[in-house]
């Protein structure tokens, strides 16, 4: 069985209410994914992180933008896939090589391939599309 999140919303730097509806929906899914809590709050963290970069560098804080997210979780993995219509992305993607020390940004990245082993992006009619995937342990152990 499949289970699905759904979630679409509009950019504002200063309104988090898309927070608690992520939170809540994302938890959900990873759990139902069989995720233990850490990993689904790592799962949480890094999609948050990925948000907070469409809304800071995509849509460069301009409020009133669309962001979608959708999230999947099938048999061997949980996939979740955000879209928005901002500046398309920097390649190649970062790889989440640790940031110095001393750094004030840079982390972000280090947060979401933490949490997710596949990470793709692709620009599609003017839309920025990037794709996290997560191997499940049960798809794991039986490979």
Known sequence: MTAILR???????????????????????????????MAAMAVLCAVVEAVNNIIEHAYEGEKGKPIKIAGTHEETSLKIELRDRGKPMPLPLPTGTPADVMATS??????????????????????????????????????
């Open 106 to 143: 840079g982390r972000g990245w280090q947060i979401i391939r933490a949490a997710f082993t596949q990470v793709s992006y692709e620009r599609v009619n003017d839309e920025n599309l990037l794709t996290l995937t997560r191997p499940l342990a049960d798809a794991l152990s039986d490979a």
């Open 7 to 37: 979630i679409d919303f509009e950019s504002d730097p200063e309104d988090l209410t898309w927070y608690a509806l992520l939170e809540k929906e994302l938890m959900t899914l990873a759990r139902t994914a069989g995720l233990e809590d």
